[in-house]
């Protein structure tokens, strides 16, 4: 399932807690591709704590506690990791990650905290939801088989890479325009991982962010930077990311476009594709302003000028996620999207 549908499921599992729908959820997916943060992502949009606890570095005692004399009875120290509405809150999300590289004896004290929401005596506040996440099998990642009677106490969903859904993310975040646009006519290097070769740098949502801070740092240091980008991505993504920002000394004048003149557009693919996200970036900077409607009509003029209309599409569409509704009172909004109607409807 890709990340916007499943942040729309984690959302309403979470809600649902306090109706009594909850399911327990297991998100599985490959490693860098943004399992926790679409967890840790559902908490911050509802302002509530995420407690993470990261099974693979747990004993069974760190679950159930520390077993200690009561009189003639033996009482267990509830871990004060686990959520509290007291000390926590009454609403929150406990995330049981790396679950599969857990050993079974620590996934088998999880069983009960996950399905009857309870380790002996403690209990899971109402408002709290239960989400884990961990790698497949086959994804060259410590992991071990989920047992049936743990994987029967949850919901599964598995974790999809999305061009899309990713830009989305990198245009809100502040990711480079140029590794968005890379990532835009490579699509295909969004995430490229070989288990059988068991790469230590690969292409993945996750390392594409930091080839984003590489340039950051190295931008300027030409000896440098080639080798941290590799650093990040890998030895083969890393030249192609060097090579495309190299070509963008070629690239039409941005200011000339957000200024209305008539610039046309760069036959280069690639720079078609660094064009769109430059102008997406500068529509996310104007948004709010003053000069908003006047540099979201000049952007979506030049959409018109691409000699594929999909590439003008493809602007539109990112624009509109990035800055919402307020295109649609673009005059120029209509007469675009008049002009592309068969693409939208056919294409």
Not at 99 to 120: F, H, K, N
Not at 282 to 295: F, H
Request: aromatic content about 10%; hydrophobic content about 45%.
């Amino acid at each position: 399932m890709r990340p916007a549908h499943l942040a729309t499921v984690l959302d309403k599992e979470f809600t649902s807690t306090l109706e009594g729908h909850h399911t327990p959820v297991m998100l599985w997916g490959p490693p860098g591709v943004g399992k926790s943060q679409i967890v840790a992502q559902v908490a911050e949009r509802h302002g509530v704590p995420l407690i993470d606890i990261r099974l693979s570095q747990m004993e069974p005692s760190d679950l159930r506690g520390i077993p200690f004399r009561e009189g003639e009875r033996v009482e267990w120290a509830v871990p004060s990791m686990l959520p509290d509405a007291e000390r926590h809150g009454e609403r929150g999300i406990l995330f049981l990650d790396e679950i599969t590289s857990a050993p079974p004896s620590v996934s088998a004290a999880a069983y009960q905290l996950i399905l009857d929401r309870r380790l002996g005596d403690y209990q899971v506040p109402e408002g709290w939801a239960i989400f884990a996440a961990g790698n497949r099998q086959g994804d060259r990642g410590v992991t071990y088989t989920m047992p049936a009677p743990l994987a029967n106490r949850f919901s599964h969903f598995e974790f999809e890479v999305n061009v899309d859904d990713w830009v989305a993310w990198a245009y809100r975040n502040g990711v480079d325009d140029r590794v968005i646009a890379f990532v835009r006519f490579r699509p295909e290097l969004l995430f490229e991982f070989d288990p059988a070769h068991n790469p230590v740098a690969f292409p993945s949502p996750r390392s594409w962010e930091f080839a984003h801070r590489a340039l950051q740092k190295f931008e300027h240091n030409s000896e440098l930077r080639l080798g941290s980008l590799q650093a990040c991505v890998g030895p083969a993504a890393g030249i192609e990311l060097n090579a495309f920002i190299d070509n963008l000394d070629q690239l039409p004048d941005i200011d000339a476009i957000l200024r209305g003149e008539k610039v046309p557009a760069p036959k280069e693919i690639d720079l078609q594709y660094a064009v769109a996200s430059s102008l997406v970036g500068r529509a996310i900077r104007a948004k709010g302003s003053e000069e908003a409607p006047t540099v979201y009509g000049h952007i979506l003029d030049y959409a018109g000028v691409f000699p594929q209309k999909e590439m003008g599409v493809m602007l539109v569409s990112d624009m509109h996620r990035a800055v919402g509704e307020d295109l649609f009172s673009v005059p120029q909004f209509a007469q675009w999207s008049n002009a592309v109607a068969d693409i939208m409807l056919y294409g």
